[in-house]
């Protein structure tokens, strides 16, 4: 499994653009770049994956340079609903059919202030 | 309305007690999922499942059980809870080919005294 390492906690006031980068020096040539978000008493929810280059949905971007080493997920003009834990996983969850296992780790807290 | 749901949202139980946390999802996932969450160590993979019947060790197995008779449920049981397994308990459901995507319950905040 590559192992992940990203900020413990972030602060950011509102309508500003928040970057959070993970490191990931060990990732296979096979693993996928996921991201989640977890709000206060709620279940993680997926927001973006990519592989390799930029990725962007309705919730975020994701950049991805060209080593892969490490990602960093855009969440563009924050807002105190952005207030969230939001984790970095690396691997193929799906790889060869069967399920191989990825790690949630401890994440990063985003803290936005009014 | 479809999802994936938790029961009970919260329980305290004494040490020593049996526990058993029910999952119960809508959208006939193959792959389910127990998950444990405590402050410094994130999210840890208790347990998952392939299928009906098929279960395999995570992370931190030890001290639960699981089974999964049908596709849309997965209970996780305590057998003799202890005091180390306080914690919140997420369930969560995937199915190959669906995007990479793992669905979440609301979770179970357990309370070992």
């Known amino acids: 499994l590559a192992k992940t390492t990203q900020p413990i906690s972030m602060d950011s006031y509102e309508g500003q653009e928040v970057n959070i980068t993970c490191s990931h020096n060990?990732?296979?040539?096979?693993?996928?770049i996921t991201w989640y978000q977890q709000f206060p008493s709620q279940g993680p929810r997926f927001i973006i994956q990519?592989?390799?280059t930029k990725v962007t949905n309705e919730v975020a971007s994701l950049f991805i340079p060209a080593d892969r080493k490490s990602s960093t997920l855009s969440l563009p003009r924050v807002s105190l609903s952005d207030t969230a834990v939001y984790y970095c996983?690396?691997?193929?969850?799906?790889?060869?059919?069967?399920?191989?296992?990825?790690?949630f780790g401890i994440g990063t807290k985003l803290q936005v202030i009014p | 309305d479809a999802g994936i749901t938790q029961s009970p949202r919260y329980k305290i139980t004494e040490t020593g007690r049996q526990v058993t946390l029910m999952c119960h999802q809508t959208?006939?996932?193959?792959?389910m999922f127990w998950y444990r969450q405590d402050l410094g160590h994130g999210l840890r993979l208790i347990y998952y499942?392939?299928?009906?019947?098929?279960?395999d060790k995570g992370e931190v197995p030890d001290g639960y059980v699981v089974s999964r008779s049908k596709t849309e449920n997965f209970p996780l049981t305590l057998e003799s809870a202890t005091r180390s397994q306080t914690s919140v308990y997420f369930c969560?459901?995937?199915?190959?080919?669906?995007?990479?995507?793992?669905?979440f319950g609301p979770g179970t905040r357990l309370t070992v005294t």
């Open positions: 060990n990732i296979a040539t096979n693993d996928y």
């Open positions: 996983l690396v691997g193929d969850m799906w790889n060869s059919g069967g399920y191989q296992k990825v790690t």
């Open positions: 959208w006939s996932h193959s792959y």
């Open positions: 990519g592989y390799k």
């Open positions: 969560a459901s995937s199915e190959p080919g669906q995007g990479p995507e793992q669905y």
């Open positions: 499942s392939a299928a009906a019947d098929i279960t």
